[in-house]
């Protein structure tokens, strides 16, 4: 079945902090690698880097400790951050509450469904690994598109690749940089936040959790954050 009438043609998900907790992975790496630079990564930067991809993740760590961000360094510093991130996946990763359930329901009701996330394919390999390929129908990595969140490009190549319009798809996400993204692919959106508090938008809605959500509140956040306009 293609969606389902009443509802999105398609569910697409954020990974870090929307289905699985790691963004705690995160914090922990991002932290050793701006040691290994010789700082400390303030409070500041790493709420920003939040839902971020790599290149814009690094710009903001080398600004946060007031280094040249030359092209040699930051190559090294990124390579040391993926190693670093990469052991830290590879030990598991926990479900987000409610996610792994949310994500049966939606498969169950035959919504098809993309993985749509900042991290790299080599970094969500090794996430799959342990929550499951069988979930979704296309993944979209960060290093796969043009650009990263908070554009658009990982929304459209997922709304492509499933063959469906943008506008006719609700996205999961938990951060501010991955609703925008989704906003501006022209998507619904459903704000679960998780580390960083997400403000109100066009075409958002939000829920405290995944935990007990069903296809019936689904159909029901898709139809009203279509309706939601700036105020």
Sequence with gaps: MQGNPS???????????TLVDSEKVWTISLADTARRLGGELSTEAREAMVGSNMPRSLGIMFDDLGLDP??????QAAKWLTERTGELFASGLEWRPG?????????AAGWPTALVTNTLRSLTEKALDGIGREHFT??????????????????????ELLGVAPGRCLAVEDSPTGATAAERAGCAVLVVPC???????PR??????????????LRLS??????????
């Design 7 to 17: 509802g999105p043609a398609a569910v697409l998900w954020d990974m870090d902090g």
């Design 70 to 75: 030359d092209p040699a360094r930051t190559a």
């Design 99 to 107: 996610a792994l359930d949310a994500l049966r329901t939606v498969r």
């Design 138 to 159: 296309v993944t979209v990595c960060g290093d796969e598109v043009p650009r990263g969140k908070p554009d658009p490009d990982p929304y459209l190549r997922a709304a």
């Design 195 to 201: 580390d960083v508090p997400v403000p109100p938008g």
């Design 204 to 217: 958002r809605v939000a829920r405290d959790s995944l935990v007990g959500l069903t296809p019936d509140e």
């Design 222 to 231: 898709y139809a009203q954050a279509r309706s939601e306009r700036v105020a």
